[in-house]
Structures are given as C-alpha cells and as structure tokens.
C-alpha cells in the first residue's frame, strides 16, 4: 500500500519502533493518529514530525480493552477513515517461567493481546465498509521461538501471531490486508520498561537489545513491508533473524542454542 496521505495509527507511538514509524510516515506524507499512555511525549513527538498540523493525538492505555471497545466506536467515528492500523504498543517480561507470578502472565496478554485485538475489532467494521485497509501487528521473532526469561511475553506474541493469521483468510474477501510484522532484536526501551516476576519494571537495557538493530533501520523495513503489501516478515539481524528458519529446518540445534543463551542480561 503506497503511503502518501494515508491515514495510519499508530499504537506506542512515545517510544522505539513506534516513534521511529511516525518520524519515518510523517516524512512519507501520511497523516497519523499517535496513540500511547504518556501523552506529554506523543505532543512533544508530534510537534517534532512533519506536516505536524496533520497529526492527531488519542491517548489510551491497552490494558484495558473493555474500555477501548467502548470509547474507540466514538472516537474513530470523528476522525474518518483509517486506511491503517499499526498495532505496535506492547509491554515485555523478562523472568523464569517457575518463579513468575500469574498477574504478571495476564498484565502481558492484556496489552500485547487482548489490547491489540480491541484496536483491531474496534478499527475493522469502518474498514469493511470501505472495502480497503490495513491491521499491521508488530509481533516478534519471540511469537515464533521461544526463549529463555521471557515466557509470558513469548506466549503473547504467538498468540497474536495465530489470531492475525486467522483475520488475513478471514478478511481476505472483505478486500483487507493483514502484515505481521516480527523483529529481533531493536535498540528500544523494550527490556528496560519489561516487567520482572513480582510485576516491578527491570529497569535495564539487557545486552541482546543494546546490540540489536538501529530504531530507524527497523522502521523503514516495516514500511517497505507495508509498500509491498507482504503477510509476514521477519525483520533483524544475527541469531534473532534466523531462529525460526533454524527451528524449522534444525529444531535440535536452535533447542541447545536456546537453552544456552539467556536474554534477560
Ligand atoms: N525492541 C525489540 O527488540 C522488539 C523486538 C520484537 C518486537 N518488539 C515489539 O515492538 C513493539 C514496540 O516496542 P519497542 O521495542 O518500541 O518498546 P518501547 O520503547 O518500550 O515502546 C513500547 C510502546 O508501547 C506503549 N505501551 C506500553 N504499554 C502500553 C499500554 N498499556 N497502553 C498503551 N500503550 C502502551 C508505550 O507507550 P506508553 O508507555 O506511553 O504507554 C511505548 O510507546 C512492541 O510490541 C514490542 O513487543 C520489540
């Protein structure tokens, strides 16, 4: 889908791949919607972007998508047609699975999953009506492989990979296109705002992170992935781009390397 004067929305658009999207489609001339919690850093963001006057601010929290399904109808319905939605908001977890306290299993699905579904089923009757639009979800490398320290976010992941798979056969014939979107490792504040297993934020920024690719180099694949409207890409570099054609074609080599490696430091 070309770019230029599209409407698009971007969820945690205050930080990493989500501000990297909006400097990056701003300068393609689309007009964004520029979601997150902290609304202090989507204004500064937005008077940071091109065409700034063109841009909308809609402050939401996606851990509560009974209150998204509610409020968005309203919301959606004043600001027109959305030619795409960028699922990228999402929260991480980074502790052994034995030692993590359930709420922090459903703190991670309530954003990453149940979140990213209420934006999408919210977003999807105005799209169906103009028989044309876009559900991009970033997912990860870690919603097709999992790995150690990080088995709620894991869980998530492939559990919002499964539900995009099943909208793209759904809404095929709604003329709809659906792009899942996995990265490896980014440098973002991924690791640093994850939760630990007692729900307290880590914190710190883990090594895998601080050596992932660059902000701006994973957004711009993204966009090329939105261009030529692809169904799933991996996006990434080293071993968080070939974990799953590892796992597919070499599942006992990618378990010992997963067993060896622990990304949480
Ligand atoms: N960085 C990586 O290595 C990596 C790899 C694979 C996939 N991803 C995925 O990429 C996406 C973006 O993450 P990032 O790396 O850019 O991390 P980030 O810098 O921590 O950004 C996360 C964004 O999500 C928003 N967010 C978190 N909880 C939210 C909630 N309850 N409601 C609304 N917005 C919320 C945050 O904004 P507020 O705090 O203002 O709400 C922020 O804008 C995530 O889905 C992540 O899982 C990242």
């Given at each position: 889908m070309n770019i230029n004067n599209k409407t698009i929305w971007i969820t945690g658009a205050?930080?990493?791949?989500?501000e990297g999207l909006a400097n990056a489609l701003a300068a393609k001339g689309a007009k964004l919607i520029l979601s997150a919690r902290n609304q202090e850093k989507l204004s500064v963001l937005k008077q940071q972007l091109a065409n700034s006057?063109?841009?909308?601010?809609?402050p939401l929290d996606l851990a509560e998508p009974e209150k998204l399904l509610e409020d968005l109808p309203k919301i959606i319905e004043e600001i027109g047609p959305i030619d795409i939605l960028i699922n990228n908001a999402g929260l991480s977890q980074r502790s052994i699975a034995r030692e993590?306290?359930?709420d922090v299993y459903r703190r991670v699905m309530e954003v990453n999953y149940f979140g990213t579904i209420a934006m999408t089923q919210a977003i999807l009757p105005s799209m169906i009506a103009a028989k044309q639009g876009m559900i991009v979800t970033?997912?990860?490398?870690?919603?097709k492989v999992g790995g150690k320290g990080m088995s709620g976010y894991s869980a998530s992941k492939h559990a919002i990979i499964g539900y995009m798979d099943s909208l793209r056969a759904e809404e095929a014939e709604n003329g709809l296109q659906v792009l899942t979107i996995c990265p490896g490792f980014v440098q973002t504040n991924i690791s640093v705002n994850s939760i630990t297993a007692?729900?307290?934020?880590?914190?710190?920024?883990s090594k895998a992170i601080r050596t992932g690719i660059p902000v701006a180099e994973c957004a711009n694949k993204i966009i090329q992935a939105i261009e030529q409207d692809k169904e799933e890409v991996i996006i990434g570099k080293g071993i968080s781009y070939w974990a799953p054609t590892i796992k597919r074609f070499f599942?006992?080599?990618?378990r010992k390397l997963t067993a060896k490696n622990n990304y949480r430091d």
């Open positions: 205050s930080s990493g791949i989500g006057e063109h841009h909308k601010i809609v993590t306290l359930l970033i997912a990860s490398v870690a919603g007692d729900g307290s934020t880590l914190g710190t920024m599942p006992g080599l990618l």
